[in-house]
């Protein structure tokens, strides 16, 4: 790598940290595969470490730059067509690719979670995960997990090695209009439905 002026990690959860620092105390510009690292302390080392080098550090979020996706955000930022957003639900299933040092939400849920932050441009205030493990005791195959945010939408995503099907497909129910985001979907990834709920109005009294 002595030639090159940027540096491209693939990474397993317990080796990213220690890889991207070598390559930045090298002077390389580096880009790290998902996950960036195994904990919030190492990811602000790394940050660190770029800034007071002045090099770029970039995880390997791909979905943020599929047209899909950016064609997602310019909708969503026209709130007066699709409203406010309520919540966001996010499948991402197959069956098989086991790992045996991570388990499934640090394997499939970093695309979603990616997505669901740059559509809300938050982070979350309180996290929930639960899952099970079926195939390898200690690693979960299974997995749901929750995220809420101070301004009220709510994130849920559920992850599996186990489902009979790939599924890689992301809702977004708004105010007036809803988005189906289906990435498997070779044409028509995204789909509007010009559906909602309404809210009746309360009454205090039976009159």
């Not at 002026?5 to 890889?19: E, G, L, Y």
């Not at 602000?44 to 730059?65: N, P, Q, R």
């Not at 099970?132 to 997990?145: K, M, Q, R, Y």
Request: charged residues 25%; aromatic residues 6%.
């Amino acid at each position: 790598a002595d030639g090159l002026d940027a540096v491209v990690i693939a990474t397993f959860v317990k080796s990213p940290c220690p890889m991207a620092k070598a390559s930045l105390l090298a002077g390389k510009h580096t880009r790290i595969e998902k996950p960036m690292a195994a904990s919030v302390a190492e990811c602000e080392e790394l940050v660190d470490l770029a800034e007071s080098k002045g090099l770029t550090l970039m995880v390997g979020h791909t979905f943020l730059y599929s047209p899909a996706v950016r064609r997602m955000k310019e909708l969503l930022t026209r709130t007066r067509d699709m409203g406010e957003i309520q919540y966001i639900c996010s499948r991402r299933l197959n069956l098989g690719l086991f790992q045996k040092d991570i388990n499934v939400t640090w394997d499939l849920a970093p695309h979603d979670i990616s997505i669901i932050l740059y559509l809300l441009e938050e982070s979350p205030v309180s996290i929930n995960c639960r899952g099970n493990a079926h195939v390898t005791p200690g690693i979960e195959d299974v997995t749901s997990l929750c995220m809420n945010f101070r301004r009220g939408p709510f994130a849920m995503v559920h992850n599996s090695w186990l489902d009979p099907r790939k599924v890689r497909e992301m809702t977004i129910v708004c105010a007036k209009r809803m988005i189906v985001y289906d990435d498997i979907e070779p044409l028509e990834k995204i789909k509007i439905y010009d559906t909602r709920v309404e809210t009746p109005p309360h009454y205090d009294t039976f009159a």
